[in-house]
């Protein structure tokens, strides 16, 4: 079985990807809506909801874990990895990372919360591939919340994407990387803001492939799938969000961590 975590319902654009590539896959999803955002606490912090947060997966049978929070996957994914050696991690930051220097464009916008800009990860991972690149970087915290709002196309949402990329769009940049997993579900609008030269990428489809290459067996088809969303505090609105997100009914089941 997959876990996959995140901090609220931004790890579904994963899930959503994951359901494109393999249908009848198991796996559990996890958002710890009762505690987010992450991307304003600390590492510490962020750590240790990130070792609980495996820890409810694993216990629910994942052998394999996606960390589908740029925030967790930018300050705890050593720390994941070294409290749970038996079980394989794999974050979204390098999968972006990797796919904005393929483009050989050189001017790369990288949006995210506040701890994820503040880790430095997207630069140092970016700056590996792409020696030359030019990477200026934007926390937009306030993109959270509205999404787990639901508010995906509203004024308010529209005046907060112009607010937070007018210094990018202003600056020209060529590629924008999506680097926090809520920001899939504003894309349209993001896009639109930054025009259609501007390549936005986001790493869902990256990560889950790069994870069906190196663990195939657990992407295989089940006859009885066993796919399960789970919050730390349920809610219609989550629910709603994510069933439109996902196309199908969700009805999310209550995790006690
Ligand atoms: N979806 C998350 C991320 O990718 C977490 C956002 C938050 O909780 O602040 O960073």
């Given at each position: 079985m997959i876990g996959l975590f995140d901090s609220g319902i931004g790890g579904l654009t994963v899930v959503k990807a994951l359901l494109e590539k393999a249908p009848k896959a198991d796996f559990v999803y996890l958002g710890d809506t009762a505690r987010y955002p992450y991307?304003?606490?600390?590492?510490?912090t962020v750590e240790r909801y990130a070792k609980e947060d495996a820890e409810y997966v694993i216990k629910q049978g994942a052998q394999l874990i996606i960390v589908a929070c740029n925030t967790a996957s930018s300050l705890a994914l050593p720390k994941l990895q070294e409290t749970f050696p038996n079980i394989p991690f794999i974050g979204v930051v390098k999968p972006a990372a990797q796919a904005a220097a393929a483009l050989g464009r050189h001017k790369i916008g990288v949006i995210g919360t506040r701890a994820t800009v503040n880790s430095g990860i997207y630069e140092k991972v970016i700056k590996k591939y792409a020696p030359s690149a030019e990477i200026l970087q934007r926390a937009c915290p306030l993109f959270v919340p509205l999404v787990e709002?639901?508010?995906?196309?509203?004024?308010?949402?529209k005046t907060m994407v112009k607010r937070y990329l007018m210094p990018l769009r202003q600056a020209n940049v060529n590629a924008l990387i999506l680097g926090c997993t809520h920001y899939p579900f504003l894309k349209p609008l993001i896009q639109?803001?930054?025009?259609?030269?501007?390549?936005?990428?986001d790493s869902a489809g990256t990560v889950i492939q790069q994870a069906m290459e190196n663990y195939p067996d657990l992407f295989l088809a089940q006859d009885n799938p066993k796919q399960t969303i789970t919050f730390t505090e349920t809610s219609s609105a989550s629910d709603q969000v994510a069933s439109r997100w996902l196309g199908r009914q969700v009805k999310g089941v209550k995790a006690d961590l």
């Open positions: 991307g304003n606490k600390s590492q510490e709002e639901g508010l995906l196309d509203d004024q308010v949402t639109r803001f930054m025009g259609k030269k501007v390549k936005v990428i």
